[in-house]
């Protein structure tokens, strides 16, 4: 078993539950940009995609890593924009009357 | 600084990353506060990015600013899509997502094979076969959504053994990598079977089961991200990874308590396809039909008004013109609120969405639990492309297949009316017995006709 293993079954453990309290907490109304914002942050595999492309060791591993650095970078950047726009709309009854 | 105190720079990055990370979610939890979690997660992940380019590892700049560039041509768009087209939108980011993981994944196995040590090659098979399975998978749940694929499940006989077999073959595969790790031509038929597990996994279900397998592919996205950061030791991706594997299973639960199902049900159980024989026993009989001037009469006389949307009102569109009846309604003094089950629409919270969208505010939109108390003292309830969820033979019906599954009481309410365009079954191919009650009103026609026309009556006539 590699050394860090360990520390990260303990990083993983926490977080999962830590994870899961602070999500049953999210009103069912938000659901949706929950779904989208954890999709953003999920996102954050791009450093390790571009570390991959980064050191390119191989020819491969640097093709693979680019392709990884677009594809969730750009999960990134829409998951950001998308979840905002939706929480724009999200207004109560005061604040959706316009003059 | 040495090459050391930039990684250890870097290290605390991702630990501000990790703690803006949930600071993110945790804001989020409420409408008010949301916008902050946004913000905070913003701040996080663009710091993290900052810190991993200037990583001395990272010795060319040039084509990852391009895919970086590439990446955000492709991801403002897809952050732009109209509302109701965000269930595959998301289901599609899952894939990106799912993929980019797997590819950094089958990357680092590449550098290191044919010498990688076995319990991370233990890693790294568990982890590209969870990716790429949702990669395949989440495709072709946007494809379904997006309705170039068909809806209905698409089942054989003895599907699962089949699907079963398949997976186990893939993580045979893994177990046969991890005891000869110099085979490495089985890595790539690791892939491909998973790749095709997760077409399997998906195909067989149906339309109205997708909020459930959204939020699944969801948390096996999230999952394959911490996967990764064990087998790169990087701790910012464990934390991202279980957030939001976290997120995608407490929201599968939430769905399938929604539906008063199993998950081996939704993910084996091809609902649609087993009950459509069930509805061919119908037996016929009568309705009360009423005209957009009734409805509109009706509505007017209430003093209290329940809309029930469903995934019809999405079809239709029809939510700008429901907004235009609750202002109307409204101004003449009568309470409208929105009663909203958490499976209406295709993914979780898609109706709030879509309301919200179309400028209802989120103070009328009820969940389930908070407006069946109140349905009693309602004049009206509004159905408007719902169907299932409101059937009230999940309560009363032992032999109903959705016997058991949480409704909205819209029965009970003093008038209902159900906006539909024909008398089929639902999805789920089960009659509805709520349309033949007594305070029962059909209105046929299309969700957005139909609202608009007792819009038009309301107003007084005329365009």
């Known amino acids: ?99 | 600084m040495t090459a050391a105190d930039t990684q250890q720079l870097i290290d605390f990055t991702y630990i501000a990353a990790a703690i803006g990370f949930i600071l993110s979610i945790k804001w989020l939890g409420s409408p008010v506060t949301a916008k902050r979690g946004v913000i905070i997660g913003e701040i996080a992940s663009a710091v993290a990015v900052i810190a991993t380019l200037c990583d001395p590892q990272v010795d060319q700049y040039k084509w990852i600013i391009i895919t970086l560039i590439l990446g955000a041509a492709v991801g403002v768009p897809l952050g732009m899509v109209k509302m109701t087209a965000v269930p595959q939108r998301t289901a599609l980011s899952h894939a990106f997502g799912a993929l980019s993981a797997a590819l950094i994944g089958i990357a680092e196995y590449y550098v290191a094979a044919p010498g990688v040590p076995r319990f991370q090659m233990a890693e790294i098979g568990l982890e590209v076969i969870i990716g790429s399975l949702t990669f395949t998978g989440s495709l072709i749940a946007a494809g379904k959504l997006q309705e170039i694929l068909p809806q209905r499940p698409i089942t054989y006989v003895g599907q699962n053994y089949v699907s079963l077999t398949t997976l186990a073959a893939a993580l045979g595969l893994v177990v046969a990598l991890v005891i000869h790790p110099e085979m490495t031509f089985l890595f790539p038929i690791m892939i491909a079977v998973a790749l095709i597990f997760g077409i399997m996994l998906v195909t067989p279900i149906g339309g109205a089961d997708m909020p459930t397998v959204i939020s699944l592919l969801n948390s096996y996205a999230g999952f394959s991200a911490s996967l990764l950061g064990f087998v790169l030791n990087n701790k910012v991706l464990i934390v991202a990874g279980a957030l939001d594997g976290a997120s995608g299973f407490i929201l599968s639960v939430i769905m399938c308590k929604a539906m008063n199902r199993s998950f081996t049900n939704v993910l084996f159980g091809a609902f649609g396809q087993v009950q459509a024989s069930a509805a061919g026993a119908k037996e016929e009989r009568a309705v009360k039909s009423a005209s957009p001037e009734d409805a509109a009469a009706i509505l007017a006389a209430a003093n209290t008004v329940v809309i029930v949307p469903g995934y019809g009102m999405a079809v239709a569109q029809a939510q700008h013109k429901v907004r235009e009846l609750y202002d109307i309604l409204t101004k003449k003094g009568i309470d409208v609120r929105f009663g909203i089950h958490p499976v209406a629409g295709r993914m979780p919270g898609h109706m709030n969405v879509l309301l919200a969208e179309a400028d209802i505010p989120y103070d009328k939109m009820m969940e389930m639990d908070a407006i069946n108390g109140d349905i009693p003292q309602t004049d009206v309830a509004l159905v408007i492309g719902a169907n299932d969820v409101t059937n009230p033979a999940a309560r009363t019906d032992q032999s109903s297949p959705i016997f058991g599954m949480p409704i909205i009481d819209v029965d009970k309410a003093r008038t209902v009316m159900v906006i539909k365009r024909s008398m089929a079954a639902g999805f789920a191919g089960i009659d509805n017995p709520l349309y033949y009650l007594d305070n029962t009103m059909m209105l046929f026609g299309d969700a957005k006709k139909f609202v608009s026309d007792i819009v038009r009556e309301l107003s007084g006539g005329g365009h």
């Open chain 1, 1 to 99: 078993m590699p050394a860090g293993f360990i520390s990260s079954l303990f990083v993983f453990i926490l977080s999962a539950f830590l994870g899961i309290e602070l999500i049953k907490r999210v009103s069912p109304l938000l659901h949706t940009p929950l779904m989208s914002l954890t999709n953003a942050l999920d996102a954050i595999v791009v450093v390790a995609a571009i570390i991959i492309a980064g050191r390119h060791e191989t020819r491969l591993s640097t093709i693979l890593g680019l392709i990884a650095v677009a594809a969730s970078f750009s999960n990134m950047v829409g998951g950001f924009v998308i979840t905002d726009r939706m929480l724009s709309m999200f207004k109560t009854g005061k604040a959706a009357k316009k003059p």
